[in-house]
């Protein structure tokens, strides 16, 4: 049963709009969500969090919203850069097992 | 450099062939886990350390064994591959609490 879901396998988005990737899960319990990048022969790179107390958080051109009513997070990015073509992955983590769950994955495509 | 180090980045092995993939830290993280990464599937955890001589089983433990018997190290044993471990495994670390993960830069493994 996948507690974490990213129901997009793949994006595609130009270059300077804005890129949205979503992820549902499903334990009210998790209290921190995370974002990860993911280049080919690389580990993957953490890119932003947010804990459940809050619902948003920025870095930069990189937003992480949550929205705990609908148990959904989004990562929104802008503008978007050929540099950030990548798989993405969300994580949760589960504070009963010290778990960190992943999603299966949004590969992004930015179009120059 | 802050890093997770992981040996070896490829290997082919034959089935029921004992083998072993290296983990070492140097950020002196308490926590410490290994990931498989398969098509569709994403990141699936096997198993986890919240510290020395402390490790609990992930989500796919079936055929894996792992030790910490220091802090900075965290090997993942095969005891008998089979070729439905073939997959490129990450191993991860992240100080207590909630914190990003950091990740090496993985090992495929074919089982043939």
């Known amino acids: 049963d996948q507690q974490v879901k990213q129901n997009s396998p793949s994006l595609s988005v130009q270059e300077g709009r804005i890129s949205i990737l979503n992820c549902d899960y499903t334990?009210?319990?998790?209290?921190?969500f995370l974002w990860y990048k993911k280049y080919p022969a690389e580990g993957p790179t953490f890119l932003i969090s947010?804990?459940?107390?809050?619902d948003k958080n920025e870095d930069g051109r990189f937003t992480v919203f949550l929205n705990k009513s609908a148990k959904h997070l989004s990562l929104h990015i802008v503008p978007s850069q050929p540099g950030d073509s990548a798989v993405y992955f969300c994580a949760a983590s589960d504070p009963g097992t010290y778990k960190y769950i992943f999603g299966t994955g949004t590969r992004l495509k930015v179009l120059a | 450099e802050a890093q997770v180090t992981q040996n070896p980045r490829y290997l082919i092995t034959v089935t029921g062939k004992k083998l072993t993939v290296t983990c070492s830290q140097n950020?002196?993280?308490?926590?410490m886990s290994w990931y498989r990464q398969d098509p569709g599937l994403g990141l699936r955890q096997i198993y986890y350390?919240?510290?020395?001589?402390?490790?609990d089983k992930g989500d796919v433990p079936e055929g894996y064994k792992v030790s910490r018997k220091e802090k900075r190290n965290f090997p993942l044993i095969l005891e008998s591959p089979s070729p439905n471990q073939t997959s490129l495994y990450f191993c991860?670390?992240?100080?207590?609490?909630?914190?990003?993960?950091?990740f090496g830069n993985g090992t495929r493994l074919t089982v043939t």
């Open positions: 947010i804990s459940s107390i809050k």
């Open positions: 334990n009210s319990m998790f209290d921190y």
């Open positions: 991860a670390s992240s100080p207590p609490g909630s914190s990003p993960l950091h």
């Open positions: 950020m002196n993280h308490e926590y």
């Open positions: 350390s919240m510290n020395v001589e402390v490790t």
